[in-house]
Each structure stands twice: as structure tokens, then as C-alpha cells.
């Protein structure tokens, strides 16, 4: 590879990065945005969270069109080859994120012209924990530290418990009143959103695992036993909605 290839080459490199850089700090301020238009239940900001989608999509699109022909004129080996298609693995990540984000707006616009069922207090708390992990594997990723992921992954099942509460709260409401359906479901799916970034950001410290050592490795503890749970109380939340003509 001659010298002008090879600062190419690098430069391509150090722009994915900077990509992933980007393209989490647009899903960190989606998030935000979703969870303060969810407590305000505020039209306006939920509507510009989802038309600020676009962008993240767009980003996803051109930086993996970048990755790819890395690929393709560049012949990457080893290490190099790994970060390439980590990155590939954290832009489809990071553009799922965006769309839970979006699926919290679609909440507050769906549920417009009702009050909230409950002050929010765990939801927001397990937006504020994913917004953490998620700014802290970035940094992992953009200094290979494989330790750090590891760490950051454990911390999804903090999300995991506060998710666990939600869903008990809200289903022992609605058994108790079943006129409040409607809007406790509303709430459920707000909560599955958030706890579905913390998993996605589980999934990027796996992929810089990955990256670092060329070994895959399933990062994330109980997460298998707690989603049968949730599964389990999702089907009895599913089940009262159709009994109350709701479903």
C-alpha cells in the first residue's frame, strides 16, 4: 500500500468512528427529547423526535455505504477488518435505538389528550441509566476497552429491575381498573422501548469485545431469565386487554 493509500485508508477508518460518535450522541438527544415530551406530554417535541429520525437513518445509510467500500477498495486485514465491521454491527444498533425513541414519541401522541396514568418516576430513571451507558460505550468503543464494555453491559440489568417494577406497577393498576387500560398500555410499550436501548447498548459492548480480541462473546448476565418473565406478565397484560374489549 503506498502512502497516499495509506492515509486514505486511515482517514477512512477514524470517520467511522467519528460516525458512531455522532450517530450516538443524535440517539442520546432523542431519547432525552422522547422521555421529557413523554413526561410533558408535549405534541410538539414528540413530533420533532420523530422527524428528526430521518437524520439518523440517513447517517446509518451513508456510513455503512463508507464502511463498505473501505472494504471493497481498501482490503482491510485483522484488527482493521474487525473495527469495520463492528462499526457495521453498532450503526444498525444505534439506528434502532433511534426508532425506540420514536416508538416513546408515538406514545405521547397516541395518549395526547389523557393524562398521564402516574407520575413518571422509573421510566425516566431507566432513560437516565441507558443515556449513561450508552455515552460510556461510546468511549469504550472509540478506545477499544473491552473491560470498559464488559462493565457497562452489567449495568443493563439495573434498567432490566426498574422495567420489572414498571411492569408490575402498571399491571396491578389495570387489573384493579380496567378503564385505565388504554393508557397503562400505552405506558408498558414507552417502558419496553427504554429497557430495548439498554439491550442495544448491551449489544454494542459485545461487538467492541469483539473488535478488540476477535472473540465473540455474550455479554449482558440473566437478561434470558428476566425477558421469560417479562414474556409471562406481557401474555397477562395482553390477555386482560382482550377481555376488556381493548385488544
Not at 406530554?41 to 437513518?57: C, F, N, P, S, T
Not at 410499550?189 to 454494542?204: F, K, L, P, Q, Y
Amino acid at each position: 500500500m503506498t502512502e497516499a493509500r495509506r492515509v486514505l485508508y486511515e482517514a477512512g477508518i477514524e470517520e467511522l468512528r467519528n460516525d458512531v460518535v455522532t450517530m450516538s450522541s443524535m440517539v442520546d438527544k432523542a431519547l432525552a427529547r422522547a422521555i421529557d415530551a413523554l413526561k410533558g406530554q408535549d405534541a410538539r417535541l414528540a413530533a420533532e423526535v420523530k422527524a428528526g429520525d430521518r437524520e439518523i437513518d440517513t447517517l446509518r445509510w451513508e456510513a455503512e455505504d463508507a464502511a463498505m467500500t473501505l472494504i471493497a477498495t481498501q482490503g482491510p486485514m485483522a484488527g482493521d477488518l474487525r473495527v469495520i465491521a463492528a462499526s457495521l454491527q453498532i450503526f444498525t444498533d444505534l439506528e434502532r435505538m433511534g426508532d425506540y425513541a420514536v416508538g416513546i414519541a408515538k406514545v405521547v401522541l397516541k395518549t395526547i389528550d389523557e393524562p398521564l396514568l402516574k407520575p413518571l418516576v422509573d421510566i425516566p430513571r431507566m432513560a437516565q441509566l441507558a443515556r449513561a451507558m450508552l455515552a460510556d460505550v461510546t468511549t469504550a468503543f472509540i478506545e477499544s476497552d473491552a473491560e470498559a464494555a464488559r462493565e457497562i453491559a452489567t449495568r443493563d440489568d439495573q434498567i432490566d429491575d426498574l422495567y420489572d417494577q414498571v411492569l408490575r406497577d402498571l399491571l396491578t393498576l389495570m387489573a384493579s381498573d380496567p378503564s385505565v387500560i388504554n393508557r397503562g398500555t400505552y405506558l408498558l410499550w414507552a417502558a419496553h422501548n427504554v429497557e430495548r436501548i439498554g439491550d442495544r447498548v448491551t449489544n454494542i459492548a459485545e461487538r467492541i469485545t469483539y473488535m478488540t480480541s476477535g472473540e465473540f462473546v455474550r455479554l449482558g448476565g440473566g437478561r434470558k431469565k428476566r425477558q421469560r418473565a417479562r414474556e409471562a406478565s406481557a401474555a397477562e397484560a395482553a390477555s386482560a386487554s382482550s377481555a376488556s374489549g381493548l385488544a
